[in-house]
Nanobody, 126 residues
């Protein structure tokens, strides 16, 4: 499956953005999709993930309560609604997919994901 991320941009502190990740192939039940981000000079980190078959979600502590991951089965698309954005959320955001139903404890492990999108830049100004 190929992934195409979009929706990034420049927003002020406290603003909102919605990222989209469209999959070119058909996503069946046994998929897990995630969002990761990488700020300049830092390692890539987990943001959120969703298991396609049952919608189970997991969030990084830093975004819990502000970000929401969701999916649209008909469109083969996963979304990341980002509210109350902060300057520290500035990063390139990547969507990723694995053709497995990951267990909850593995959602945040980037090594579990074999397909990656190209990334979309999110910049939050103070």
């Amino acid at each position: 499956v190929q992934l195409q991320a979009s929706g990034g941009g420049l927003v002020q502190d406290g603003g909102a953005l919605r990222l989209s990740c469209a999959a070119s192939g058909r996503i069946f039940g046994s998929y897990t999709l995630g969002w990761f981000r990488q700020a300049a000079g830092k390692a890539r980190e987990f943001v959120a993930a969703i298991r396609w078959n049952d919608g189970r979600r997991h969030y990084a502590d830093s975004v819990e309560g502000r970000f929401t991951i969701s999916r649209d089965n008909a469109k083969n698309t996963v979304y990341l609604q980002m509210n109350s954005l902060k300057p520290e959320d500035t990063a390139v955001y990547y969507c990723a997919a694995t053709q497995r139903n990951l267990i909850y404890s593995s959602f945040s492990n980037e090594k579990e994901y074999e397909n990656w999108g190209q990334g979309t830049q999110v910049t939050v100004s103070s």
